[in-house]
């Protein structure tokens, strides 16, 4: 599986930017998550969809924000991210992996990573 993740950029607070994750191999059989790391931080989860079913997750600093989905035309997971905040700004990864639902949070459940983009928000 190969993921290549786009579509970052530098937005004001209050505005948007979807990132796409372009999936080359099995489309639909891995759970498929965006994670971000800002400079100095940790990478921490922000999203996931299920393999079976397309159950999301999120995480709490971004619920009601963004928005994952599969774009089965495009073969692309796609994060929407709406009233973007300034501690939001990170480099974004999308990954691919094997994961049961207890564990989709943990970044090292996941085997395939794609290169990150980066997102900026401006206050």
């Known amino acids: 599986v190969q993921l290549q993740a786009s579509g970052g950029g530098a937005v004001q607070t209050g505005g948007s930017l979807r990132l796409s994750c372009a999936v080359s191999?099995?489309?639909?059989?891995?759970?498929m998550a965006w994670f971000r790391q800002a400079p100095g931080k940790d990478r921490e989860f922000v999203a996931a969809?299920?393999?079976?079913?397309?159950?999301?997750h999120y995480a709490d600093s971004v619920k009601g924000r963004f928005t994952i989905f599969r774009d089965g035309a495009k073969r692309t997971v796609d994060l929407q991210m709406n009233s973007l905040k300034p501690e939001d700004t990170s480099v974004y990864y999308c990954?691919?992996?094997?994961?049961?639902?207890?564990?989709?949070?943990?970044?090292?459940?996941?085997?395939?990573w794609g290169q990150g983009t980066q997102v900026t928000v401006s206050s």
């Open positions: 990954a691919a992996g094997s994961v049961i639902s207890s564990t989709l949070r943990e970044d090292s459940r996941y085997g395939y």
């Open positions: 969809i299920r393999a079976s079913g397309g159950t999301t």
């Open positions: 191999g099995p489309f639909r059989a891995y759970t």
